[in-house]
């Protein structure tokens, strides 16, 4: 009954690969969230999606692509991968139709870039 | 745009000892405020939120953190430390300049926690 999952929960793989994460949250919200964790620990959005909308794209390469099949999945597609897109990456969800609503995270996904 | 700044990268204290953890805001308006904790090779949880309803707010696991307005402070507290409190903790704020859509995080602070 978890209530945001992510896959996989490792992912190593090489430079000039192309991969993807998969997020899906059982709370009923109506946004998800990509955030990326780097080795300081530090947190930063990447997207945001309400209803299959996309809202917020951050400064981000265009290497990376979300997409939102509906509002309970949000998967994170990354081409050409890089060695500095080493990092943890969360998927996280909210009611943003409720004013202040918290975001829930799952448990994140380590990317290793060889 | 409003942030966050969480004054210490590390925090130590010993177990029994009250924990602070400080959290400042910048916004213009008062913000939706919360603390979040992180357990090693896990996801956040959240831990207690600041939503205008009450200045003190009760979290789990035994802590809470005040707003006040006048110092733009959210700081947590606990009265006394356990083993199992040690984590990275997080102060995060949603605020008008972005049309509380987007949840900025401070840098965080990692509790110590020695015997």
């Known amino acids: 009954d978890t209530a945001v999952s992510q896959t996989p929960k490792y992912l190593v793989t090489q430079m000039g690969n192309d991969k993807s994460i998969k997020c899906e949250q059982n709370?009923?919200?109506?946004?998800m969230y990509w955030y990326k964790q780097d080795s300081k620990k530090f947190l930063k959005i990447m997207f945001s999606?309400?209803?299959?909308?996309?809202?917020i794209n951050e400064t981000v390469p265009n290497r990376f692509s979300p997409k939102s099949p509906d509002k309970a999945h949000l998967n994170l597609h990354i081409n050409s991968l890089e060695l500095g897109d080493s990092a943890v990456y969360f998927c996280?969800?909210?009611?943003?139709?409720?004013?202040?609503?918290?975001?829930?995270f799952g448990n994140g996904t380590r990317l290793t870039v060889t | 745009a409003q942030s966050v700044t969480q004054l210490g990268s590390h925090v130590s204290v010993s177990e029994g000892a009250l924990v602070l953890l400080r959290c400042n805001y910048s916004?213009?308006?008062?913000?939706?405020l919360f603390w979040y904790v992180q357990y090693p090779n896990q996801g956040l949880q959240l831990l207690l939120k600041?939503?205008?309803?009450?200045?003190l707010v009760k979290g789990i696991n035994g802590f809470e953190a005040e707003f006040k307005k006048s110092e733009t402070s959210f700081h947590l507290t606990k009265p006394s430390a356990h083993m199992s409190d040690a984590a990275e903790y997080f102060c995060?704020?949603?605020?008008?300049?972005?049309?509380?859509?987007?949840?900025?995080f401070g840098k965080g602070t990692m509790l110590l926690v020695s015997p």
């Open positions: 709370l009923g919200h109506d946004t």
């Open positions: 916004s213009s308006v008062p913000p939706y």
């Open positions: 996280a969800s909210s009611q943003q139709s409720a004013e202040g609503s918290p975001l829930h």
């Open positions: 995060a704020v949603y605020g008008p300049d972005t049309g509380y859509s987007t949840l900025t």
């Open positions: 999606y309400n209803n299959k909308e996309l809202i």
């Open positions: 600041y939503t205008s309803a009450a200045t």
